[in-house]
């Protein structure tokens, strides 16, 4: 129940936030509500382009050395290939997410990086 009221409050948040660009007053020739939706899809591609590679890398090699060191165990080597499985999907999964990210960025004519 805490879970489903703290997500509450942060589609709450994010809801008011975005009115207040929408509902906000602009000059002639300016567009705050695209500026905002560039600027966090420019983050997000940030986020992905530099946090996320190496992430994959540091979960698949701590897969490869846990799987050299539990040699003996059979539960182990499970355990670290399964490790080494999900961080190549994840890093699939981060491949795919950098294409949209960037497909949304070109369909609301958002250019440059941060």
Partial sequence: MKIKSLIAAYVLFAIILFSTYVTAPSPAGTNYMKDVVCSILSNIQF????????????????????????????????????????????????????????????????????
């Fill in 47 to 114: 986020v992905l382009d530099s946090i996320g590679p190496g992430f994959v890398i540091v979960m698949f090699t701590y897969g490869g050395i846990k799987y050299v060191f539990s040699a003996d165990d059979p539960q182990g080597r499970k355990s670290a290939k399964n490790t080494c499985i999900h961080s190549l999907i994840g890093g699939i999964i981060l491949i795919v997410a950098h294409h949209v990210v960037g497909l949304l960025g070109m369909t609301n004519n958002c250019t440059g990086t941060p």
